[in-house]
């Protein structure tokens, strides 16, 4: 169905990714006590089976995340950090400390930022939606961007084989933090979240 949407509401959901990417920011600079800045480059449209070419190449090494969204609608978020990245963002949360990527400490400090992203993701679009979406328990591996992708085939084969795709860019005291962020919401919830933005005007003002 992500074929059928035109240029005026696919503005509307780069402005809902926008607003979902600033307040997910604004909880990373609270978690790390430091100003992080989120930008949203570019929001578009790819298939699924491009997803770890996006991320880097399916051979590359990633941080993965993975969430289901529960309540009153359905789809799949998967956040995907390069290797470097990881490595920084665990170094942020927990201040620097020198701990091996495979220690218990740095999968809870990459799970406890994809909750915080992802919760204040959905938060934003609850608020323009007036929807109930919760993230699950998140889901992480530490492997190639291809194997990754490969843990949530069953899942995204039951939504669009075309995921909205929000690339984003983390920056910390000029530090690249680069991290992708995959939407793959259900027909259903893509539609909900259209209809309430256009019918509240433009989400601009939100946020």
């Known amino acids: 169905m992500f074929e059928h949407i035109d240029e005026s509401r696919l503005d509307i959901l780069r402005e809902i990714c926008s607003i979902g990417a600033g307040h997910a920011a604004t909880a990373l600079s609270q978690l790390t006590g430091r100003r992080i800045d989120l930008q949203v480059p570019q929001v578009l449209f790819a298939k699924v089976h491009d997803v770890p070419r996006i991320a880097g190449g399916a051979e590359s090494i990633v941080d993965g995340l993975y969430f289901r969204i529960l309540g009153d609608a359905r789809g799949v978020i998967l956040i995907i950090f390069p290797e470097e990245s ?5 170094r942020l949360v927990l201040g620097n400390q020198g701990i091996a990527a495979e220690d218990a400490l740095s999968v809870s400090a990459m799970r406890e930022t994809g909750n915080i992203l992802t919760s204040a993701f959905l938060s934003a679009i609850n608020k323009l939606a007036g929807l ?7 889901g992480y591996a530490r492997d190639m961007a291809g194997s990754i992708l490969d843990l949530v085939l069953i899942e995204l084969s039951r939504l669009e084989d075309t ?11 000029g530090e690249g933090i680069r991290g992708h962020f995959f ?8 539609e909900a979240m259209l209809r309430a933005a256009e019918r509240a005007g433009s989400p601009g003002g939100e946020g």
């Open 183 to 190: 939407l793959l919401p259900d027909p259903h919830t893509l």
């Open 163 to 173: 995921a909205l795709v929000i690339e984003t860019v983390f920056r910390e005291a």
């Open 86 to 90: 990881g490595q920084m963002i665990v």
């Open 132 to 138: 109930s979406l919760i993230p699950s328990v998140p």
